[in-house]
T-cell receptor, first 112, second 112 residues
Framework: DAGVIQSPRHEVTEMGQEVTLRCKPI?????LFWYRQTMMRGLELLIY????????DSGMPEDRFSAKMPNASFSTLKIQPSEPRDSAVYFC??????????FGPGTRLTVT | LAKTTQPISMDSYEGQEVNITCSHN???????ITWYQQFPSQGPRFIIQ???TKVTNEVASLFIPADRKSSTLSLPRVSLSDTAVYYC?????????????FGSGTRLQVQP
């Protein structure tokens, strides 16, 4: 199993541009999570899907952030427009019915 | 979600046993206790999970007293490669409570 796959691994963009982060969960996992990690705020949950349905999006910072899960094998996190304060490492994780979460390698986003 | 408190940092030497204690005074009846490990530039990785008493796997042991208001992660004979941040989390398994809330974690530094 390849584990959770995230792309791109690194993204550098200018303020105001649209950014799309992608995640492929482990096959057979029915829960998918998007987290963001910064030095100041640590690791924080942005949104959580169960069976492709968003369950908890209370961590999404503002309307500039949106996430979709069109099918069981793919999810996107979009930031439009991006701002320098969005610079962080974004992790995607997946799990089966409530058991351990498997994290991807992360996407390091830099907004200049 | 139950709030967790753990030491910010710990130092140890190779070959020693390390015990990291986490307090979670308002843990709910159906909550489980899970520990994750995170190396720099990587996503967190599941270490161990338990509900009560003692759980042991090939990596660590988890001790949970009867009142479940705290837990202790025990790492036997640490090596340099155990230098990482360790997170204690409390969460449920029902759909609405599966997301993880990461605190600041404990930064373990193992010296030769």
């Amino acid at each position: 199993d390849a584990g959770v796959i995230q792309s791109p691994r690194h993204e550098v963009t200018e303020m105001g541009q649209e950014v799309t982060l992608r995640c492929k969960p482990i096959s057979g996992h029915n829960s998918l999570f998007w987290y963001r990690q910064t030095m100041m705020r640590g690791l924080e949950l942005l949104i959580y899907f169960n069976n492709n349905v968003p369950i908890d999006d209370s961590g999404m910072p503002e309307d500039r952030f949106s996430a979709k899960m069109p099918n069981a094998s793919f999810s996107t996190l979009k930031i439009q427009p991006s701002e320098p304060r969005d610079s962080a490492v974004y992790f995607c994780a997946s799990s089966t019915q409530g058991f351990e979460q498997y994290f991807g390698p992360g996407t390091r986003l830099t907004v200049t | 979600l139950a709030k967790t408190t753990q030491p910010i940092s710990m130092d140890s030497y190779e070959g020693q046993e390390v015990n990291i204690t986490c307090s979670h005074n308002n843990i709910a009846t159906n909550d489980y206790i899970t520990w994750y490990q995170q190396f720099p530039s990587q996503g967190p990785r599941f270490i161990i999970q338990g509900y009560k008493t003692k759980v042991t796997n090939e990596v660590a042991s988890l001790f949970i007293p009867a009142d479940r208001k705290s837990s202790t992660l025990s790492l036997p004979r640490v090596s340099l490669s155990d230098t990482a941040v360790y997170y204690c989390l409390v969460h449920g398994f029902d759909t609405g409570r599966r997301a993880l809330t990461f605190g600041s974690g404990t930064r373990l530094q193992v010296q030769p």
